[in-house]
């Protein structure tokens, strides 16, 4: 059955002409190559086209995969490519995806509905504080984070997709959690 095959042996039936390979390899990592998308771009609508792009550059790209990494390391480079590109785009404008974000995208993270409306409240503006401290990382940094801390890629994941050495990757998670958490603790609001 094609669902239990390797990621590797799939590519390899795709670049054979079998179209399901290919499907079962998008069924596999949709979700997290969205969910790395929105934490780069933190606009929906842009994380759906990039994540989307991803799959159509590995699709029109399936034949010169070496496999000298792994086949979910090369989807998220792919993806971080298609991030900076859309990043690179959006430059000229000056819009501010978080400020214009509604509260529809933060209930996903607020706490059950019996706590109280101040807890939310206070919840709420954690988050906010947050993304607004990620989204001020210089790119870099913030590719780490996202990687590492909301994608729970590990460090060699990270240093393959990223194509730097692990020292680095380290080395640029220590720096942006030090940022961060010098930007979180002159916020007003208590972290917890």
Same mark, same amino acid.
């Given at each position: 059955?094609?669902?239990?095959?390797?990621?590797?042996?799939?590519?390899?039936?795709?670049?054979?002409?079998?179209?399901?390979?290919?499907?079962?390899?998008?069924? *596999?990592?949709? *979700?997290?190559?969205?969910?790395?998308?929105?934490?780069?771009?933190?606009?929906?609508?842009?994380?759906?086209?990039?994540?989307?792009?991803?799959?159509?550059?590995?699709?029109?790209?399936?034949?010169?995969? *070496?496999?000298?990494?792994?086949?979910?390391?090369?989807?998220? +480079?792919?993806?971080?490519?298609?991030?900076?590109?859309?990043? +690179?785009?959006?430059?000229?404008?000056?819009?501010?995806?978080?400020?214009?974000?509604?509260?529809?995208?933060?209930?996903?993270?607020?706490?059950?509905?019996?706590?109280?409306?101040? *807890?939310?409240?206070?919840?709420?503006?954690?988050?906010?504080?947050?993304?607004?401290?990620?989204?001020?990382?210089?790119?870099?940094?913030?590719?780490?984070?996202?990687?590492?801390?909301?994608?729970?890629?590990?460090?060699?994941?990270?240093?393959?997709?990223?194509?730097?050495?692990?020292?680095?990757?380290?080395?640029?998670?220590?720096?942006?959690?030090?940022?961060?958490?010098?930007?979180?603790?002159?916020?007003?609001?208590?972290?917890?």
């Amino acid at each position: 059955m094609i669902r239990d095959l390797a990621d590797e042996k799939l590519v390899e039936l795709a670049v054979g002409g079998n179209p399901d390979a290919f499907g079962e390899i998008v069924s *596999r990592w949709e *979700r997290k190559i969205l969910a790395l998308c929105y934490g780069m771009l933190n606009r929906e609508d842009e994380a759906k086209d990039a994540a989307q792009e991803t799959f159509i550059a590995a699709f029109k790209n399936l034949s010169k995969f *070496r496999g000298d990494a792994k086949v979910s390391s090369w989807l998220h +480079r792919i993806a971080v490519n298609q991030c900076l590109t859309t990043k +690179r785009k959006n430059k000229s404008r000056s819009e501010s995806y978080l400020d214009e974000e509604t509260g529809e995208h933060e209930r996903v993270f607020v706490a059950p509905a019996y706590n109280s409306p101040a *807890r939310k409240t206070e919840q709420n503006e954690r988050l906010y504080l947050i993304r607004q401290a990620v989204k001020a990382l210089p790119a870099d940094l913030k590719q780490v984070i996202v990687m590492k801390e909301f994608e729970e890629m590990t460090f060699q994941e990270i240093s393959e997709t990223l194509e730097l050495p692990l020292s680095t990757v380290k080395s640029r998670l220590y720096t942006a959690l030090k940022q961060l958490r010098m930007k979180m603790e002159r916020s007003p609001v208590e972290i917890v």
